[in-house]
């Protein structure tokens, strides 16, 4: 069972899709004497909620009388006619953050550190998770990471809940007065779901607007947007990744580039302002495990490291991946697979990494365009598919070479997801150990 409150009991809400945080946002709110409409264009999560809710599309209902309509951080409220339709009934149209905050007052006492920005957030939302059980401290972990966070059992007195929100989250979310509020970096993403840049940066400077006064905010103010919305919140803790020295992050072997020293600077500073000591927080950096995904190291081969950077969708994301492995002795050693479905049509906060880069392979719905964007500067194979490019790059690589999976690019093109994008890359390097164990009976 998770989170149940009573500040619902009585009310009326209609939930648009039903995956993941949809499901458990119907399961709170049945559990806690709401009345809920459901509904999702697929059949099966139309079943798996039948007896607990209503079916009906809340597009074709009557929305009088109803306390919100509850949807998910993937439904373009820009473009999506319910946003609309629940404006013309004066009904909020709210994400399941919003009802987790809504419930807190009910819930034993606790905290509640909330992290944003366009890169790293799921590292750094981990990494705190990690330093915070490392304290012994009762934690749980949510948001845009890990379960629905009101599907997770409520916390004992004393606990920190550590929420990664996407802008879409903070978009839906209205009442969330983080104890800890946390902002990383902006670069241009997800604009077409904004009215421009700025609306993307509004949009991540409301999680310090929800803050009540005495609240707690670090900033990374490492880029010019960040350092603008900080000028605007009071009592800001303000880091940069210059913070981190190298021979500390040696220290450290999940937590390895230049990303990475911006991501533990926000964290320790996170974790300091929770009362966390030095000496827990260093165990913490050291025992923490890279999450899958995110730089996560696969397989050696042959002397030649295999790495999964999949949820790299952006090339700023990228970049800090390509700038981990610089050349030894002059040779450049990275073998780059990048491609997918383009959320640009360049690649420059990757350029200044191109020395790094041994050999491209492009894939994708953008391998095309950008294979012939990538051949002045390197040897580029324009494989089209990951498992080509996979193969290609083994043929290739050389011992204290790196085959980096970090696509600057989504995923929607050939996968459900970046998870289904890094899973096929992880069992594309199994089979090559799988066809050589072969080729050796």
């Not at 905290?111 to 981990?126: D, W």
């Not at 990471?145 to 929420?163: D, F």
Request: charged share 20%.
């Amino acid at each position: 069972m998770g989170i149940v409150s009573s500040v619902f009991a009585g009310k009326r809400y209609a939930v648009l899709g039903l995956a993941r945080s949809g499901l458990a946002t119907v399961e709170c709110l049945h559990a806690s004497g709401a009345r809920v409409l459901a509904w999702d264009t697929r059949e099966d999560a139309r079943e798996a909620v039948a007896g607990k809710a209503e079916i009906a599309d809340p597009l074709s209902v009557d929305l009088s009388g109803y306390d919100g309509v509850v949807v998910s951080p993937g439904v373009p409220l820009n473009r999506h006619p319910i946003a609309e339709h629940a404006r013309s009934f004066g009904v909020p149209v709210i994400g399941d953050i919003e009802l987790f905050a809504l419930a807190r007052p009910t819930l034993p006492a606790h905290k509640v550190v909330g992290i944003t920005g366009t890169n790293g957030k799921s590292t750094t939302t981990a990494l705190v998770h990690h330093i915070i059980e490392t304290a012994g401290i009762p934690t749980r972990m949510g948001g845009n990471i890990g379960l629905p966070i009101l599907g997770q059992e409520p916390l004992p007195a004393g606990g920190i809940y550590v929420l990664e929100l996407s802008s879409y989250q903070i978009d839906l979310t209205f009442s969330l007065d983080c104890d800890v509020a946390v902002l990383l970096n902006i670069t241009p993403d997800h604009l077409d779901r904004y009215d421009g840049f700025e609306g993307y940066c509004a949009s991540k400077a409301r999680l310090f607007a929800m803050q009540s006064t005495g609240r707690k905010a670090v900033i990374a103010l490492d880029d010019d947007n960040t350092r603008a919305i900080a000028a605007g919140v009071s009592a800001v803790t303000g880091i940069h990744a210059t913070d981190i020295l190298s021979v500390d992050q040696a220290r450290w072997p999940a937590l390895q580039g230049p990303h990475n020293a911006q991501n533990v600077a926000v964290a320790r500073a996170v974790a300091q302002s929770l009362s966390i000591s030095e000496a827990i927080i260093e165990q913490g950096l050291q025992t923490y495990a890279a999450l899958p995904h995110r730089m996560q190291r696969v397989a050696e081969r042959n002397g030649v490291l295999w790495i999964n950077d999949s949820k790299a969708t952006n090339a700023a994301s990228t970049a800090p991946a390509l700038a981990a492995y610089p050349p030894v002795n002059g040779k450049p050693r990275i073998h780059w697979i990048v491609g997918g479905l383009a959320k640009t049509d360049h690649l420059d906060e990757c350029v200044p990494y191109y020395p790094n880069i041994k050999a491209a392979y492009t894939i994708g719905e953008a391998g095309h365009r950008y294979a012939a964007l990538l051949a002045p500067h390197m040897p580029v194979d324009d494989s089209e598919m990951l498992t080509a490019a996979v193969r290609r790059a083994a043929r290739v690589a050389e011992p204290g070479d790196v085959v980096l999976l970090s696509p600057a690019c989504a995923s929607f093109d050939q996968f459900r997801d970046y998870e289904a994008r890094g899973d096929a890359f992880v069992h594309c390097v199994e089979a090559l150990d799988e066809c050589e164990d072969a080729s050796d009976a």
